[in-house]
C-alpha cells in the first residue's frame, strides 16, 4: 500500500482548513493553494472530493471557499485516507468488492495480511486532524 498524493495532499488541505477557521467563515481554495504550495489545478480536483464526502462544505461566489462540518478532533485520518485513496488493502485480494481468491483456503500468508490492514485501519482511525495540526505525539 502507498498512499497517493492525492491523500497526502487531502490531509494537507484538512489540516489547513482547521488551522484557519475563525478568520473568515470560508477559506477560498487559492489561499489553501498558497499556504501548502500545492498546485492550485490539484486543488481544485481534491477539494470537490471532499465535500462529496460530506468532510467539509463549499461557497461558490463572493466570500466563497470552504469550510469543516466538524471539528478537527472529530475527524480521523483513516476516513479522508479511506476517502481520497479508495481502500488501504495491502494487497489486492483484500480490497473491498475483490473477488474471493480460490487459494484463500490454503493461503498461509493471508492471516499476516488481515493483521496487517488491521493495524493500519486502526493507527489511521486513532489519529485525527486536531493531532495532526497539534503534532501530538502519534506512535506509542
Not at 11 to 30: C, N, P, Q
Not at 90 to 108: D, H, K, T, Y
Request: hydrophobic residues 35%; aromatic residues 6%; glycine residues 8%.
Amino acid at each position: 500500500m502507498k498512499i497517493s498524493t492525492r491523500g497526502r495532499y487531502a490531509l494537507r488541505i484538512m489540516i489547513d482548513l482547521a488551522e484557519h477557521t475563525g478568520e473568515k467563515e470560508y477559506i477560498a481554495m487559492k489561499d489553501i493553494s498558497q499556504r501548502q504550495e500545492l498546485s492550485l489545478k490539484y486543488v481544485e480536483k481534491i477539494l470537490p472530493q471532499l465535500v462529496k464526502g460530506n468532510l467539509i462544505v463549499g461557497q461558490h461566489g463572493k466570500g466563497g471557499g470552504y469550510k469543516l462540518l466538524r471539528k478537527p478532533e472529530e475527524y480521523p485520518v483513516g476516513e479522508i485516507l479511506r476517502l481520497t485513496e479508495g481502500d488501504l488493502a495491502p494487497v489486492a485480494c483484500l480490497e473491498c468488492g475483490a473477488e474471493e481468491c480460490n487459494r484463500r483456503e490454503s493461503c498461509r500468508t493471508i492471516d499476516m495480511w488481515e493483521k496487517l490492514y488491521d493495524m493500519i485501519e486502526k493507527y489511521f482511525d486513532s489519529i485525527t486532524v486536531a493531532d495532526l495540526m497539534n503534532n501530538t505525539q502519534l506512535i506509542e
